[in-house]
């Protein structure tokens, strides 16, 4: 007799979000990612899956102005291979520049308008995960929220793996699909070993599964608008 | 003009790994998951795929004993929901039982013999990486050892959530793709938002993908076992 | 004019403290440290001052399981000197043993009957903080506690630093002077660079008093269980 | 027959320091904290016994730069009480004000010159210990350096907790007495639970000999820089 499969994972993990316990995380949203003028432009990369976050992560901006949802922007800075580690042998283009401490690249892109001013924090780090070597839990701590709304780029690296930290320290993930992109490129393939070129939106959605699968919700970001402008009313 | 593409990674980051710079991780072949009287099995779940890894991990193992490298073995084990955090949000059956503390469920399979008394280590933790509040770090670098050969269950979660946390820390990762496995099934697919069969293989490569995108090497173990031969002769 | 001295420090900082929101860390109360047969004393050391706390520790255990406050027990284990680290330069005695995994000395002294059948915790580590490498930190977060009532030994070396991890998460600690105990001995004094004898109570009053400064409260046990038992009827 | 007593730790732990295995840390050497018109000074609180410190500082920085080791500045930096945590139950007059994110108190006083235009590195942070929630271990892992000659205030507050820090992940920490500093003031003493006046060298004393007791190396920064001066010939 076959045994009946059990659901493996909830859809949705956290349907009942409420506003006074989100925080919105911004990551990776600087110029030498997102701008055209930026290095991973220069490089020859096309960045258009993460330039298509532009304008949906302007309005959940502004959502969480209104609801006063505090407003958390990473960026990954580096000053020069030091602080790199083995990082250079991942991506060996950083080696010649890119992401470095005080350049036009690392600011946040004018149009996101993030400003400490208005009270947005800044976290800046050094590796994928916005949580690994900063202060980000303890300012989530100081900020009880417990309820991550997740944005920028790149899905599948620092987004991903900021999410897998924040899931392992109890926070709540919401990841906003259209709030969130990454880029392509041709690569070995580790199983056909073959070069191959991979979309963005590949690499993407398998990420987005993987969240699915046991890190967090992913959904819309009107949907999520929608959700907790309701719960506010 | 159309700028040049650039490579996005190296296909094989550490083509030099020594083995006196390596230790062996084997994450969580636990009754629970592996065994066929366990809790997945129990529960309905196709363990095949990573049933599949049990061989080639007793083969790198025993190469492993060879040339001196040491065996890490984790453990997933949580006492009761205190422990588990949001983690029953995620995956509910584990309310029910599994990986608890003292049972049969959280032993490693019998047929990998590890053992503290042949001086293998063994990491206990509730959380996905093996990294996350464990003494794993200190141990490797009081074994001083720079290079991990990683394998175990599942792919995609806690092997990929260790891999994630072993790159910030600038360890040296050799994911072996045979040695590593995970488990498919039925959930709401985040893209379409319809059910979804998802089959274990298609995560699984989803995963080494990501691994060769930005975060280690990913060769079969055989291919290891090779270099690192040869390198000790 | 002369300005007026503020006040540095408050006395009580945490004078509400609720049973309900406290959890009771033991700390190293272990053979090696504590039993008369143990490896301290068998190296001479006088350990009369460790000894002292175990009859009021033993009365705080019995009013927290009245009061059905978590009891956490920490031990300091390692297997050899690969997980020490560079403990051996500081404290050359433990090369030749003590403190081993699976061994006698290891175990937490009998009068205190510590155990996790009745649902004690019990963390290990091989470092002094009860924070660093370990999951206390998640396992206090997931029993809802946030105070602290700190026991063991020794008062200025694991429990201190336990305590100054514990303020930088923001636990609020009550450490209980009568339940705390550390060794004296001969050293060189780093002021005079003569060798002195240093009496196991001056380190301890000096470790209370850098507590006071700016760490957390120091009070005895009878006064806690005085303040806490008022609360809860 | 009375046992032998048992040398309880070694005077000099690492004898045989070397140039380039070295960082030098500054921790908190702050407008705020050590200028007569910066907040501590203005709270009333006498200085003096941080303001000794500077001169000797500027000498070991002036030796660092001659010989290529790195300087590391630490700045202890609060935008607001969100950050603080539990901070203002222990230090209510922080409350009010200093130490904020972008005031000149928390600049490190212009005596130091230290600067990142000269290679310098700054670590800020809300919590004593350096190492907490900051990239101060990767930045010493990417420099290569595994003793830490460690200077700044307050002895006994983030300069301790930053040394406890320190040996626990295996560096070895030279702590020099005449560059390390505190400042006394009018507590209860935990022990016979009256006001007290406790004198800044007391308190710095009761720290230095806690580190020579089980943390690190407690020398003036003179026969520092002899030994180092000598090695490197």
Request: negative net charge.
């Amino acid at each position: 007799m076959q045994k009946e499969e059990k659901e493996i994972t909830k859809w949705r993990k956290y349907p009942n979000a409420k506003p006074e316990n989100c925080a919105m995380m911004i990551i990776d949203m600087q110029n030498d990612f997102i701008n055209e003028n930026g290095r991973y432009a220069d490089w020859g990369i096309d960045i258009s899956h993460m330039v298509r976050t532009v304008e949906p992560i302007k309005k959940v901006i502004n959502f969480c102005r209104e609801m006063n949802i505090p407003i958390i922007a990473a960026r990954f800075i580096i000053r020069d291979l030091v602080e790199y580690g083995i990082g250079w042998k991942i991506r060996p283009l950083i080696v010649q520049g890119g992401l470095r401490e005080g350049s036009w690249g690392v600011e946040i892109i004018d149009e996101l308008e993030i400003s400490s001013q208005k009270g947005d924090w800044i976290i800046d780090r050094p590796r994928f995960s916005c949580f690994f070597s900063t202060r980000l839990e303890l300012l989530l701590r100081g900020l009880n929220r417990k309820t991550l709304i997740v944005t920028g780029v790149l899905t599948n690296q620092c987004v991903e793996s900021t999410i897998r930290d924040a899931q392992m320290r109890d926070f709540e993930v919401l990841e906003l699909l259209d709030c969130v992109g990454t880029m392509g490129g041709t690569m070995m393939d580790p199983i056909t070993r073959e070069k191959a070129k991979i979309a963005a939106e590949e690499l993407h959605c398998a990420s987005l599964r993987a969240v699915t699968f046991g890190l967090g919700d992913v959904i819309p970001s009107q949907e999520l608008i929608g959700e907790l402008g309701k719960i506010s009313k």
